[in-house]
């Protein structure tokens, strides 16, 4: 039996191994990712910061569903926003949401379009 591959070392001084409390945490990341509007508005923030309007128009969800899940990302401290005039900005809060999301949807394309997968 080939010896077993150790995993690599923790990335940026974070714990290598997850706790109780990450895992629980990391479960709640996943299960607002698993709404498909509120992954788009993920996918959206991810790439540029943008308000309400701007974000329903593009996704195509109505106005108030998408201040709705807007106000879960935040409460879950997913997302932030700050105040422009009159109206709210919102952006990602940090890097590894946006890899996680960027990365979750290369890889649902790889499945929808049969492409091969990366080694």
Do not use: C, I
Not at 15 to 24: F, I, M, Y
Not at 47 to 55: M, P, Q, S, Y
């Amino acid at each position: 039996m080939p010896a077993r591959e150790e995993p690599p070392p923790a990335h940026h001084g974070h714990q290598q191994g997850p706790g109780k409390a990450q895992l629980e945490t990391a479960t709640t990341v996943f299960a607002l990712l698993a709404d498909p509007t509120r992954l788009h508005l993920l996918w959206l923030l991810a790439r540029a910061e943008a308000d309400v309007t701007g974000l329903a128009t593009v996704s195509g969800a109505a106005r108030p569903a998408v201040s709705q899940h807007l106000a879960k990302l935040r409460l879950a401290g997913l997302v932030q926003a700050r105040k422009e005039g009159r109206r709210m900005v919102y952006s990602l809060r940090d890097g590894h949401l946006r890899r996680l999301v960027t990365e979750a949807l290369n890889h649902a394309d790889h499945q929808v379009t049969g492409e091969p997968w990366h080694p």
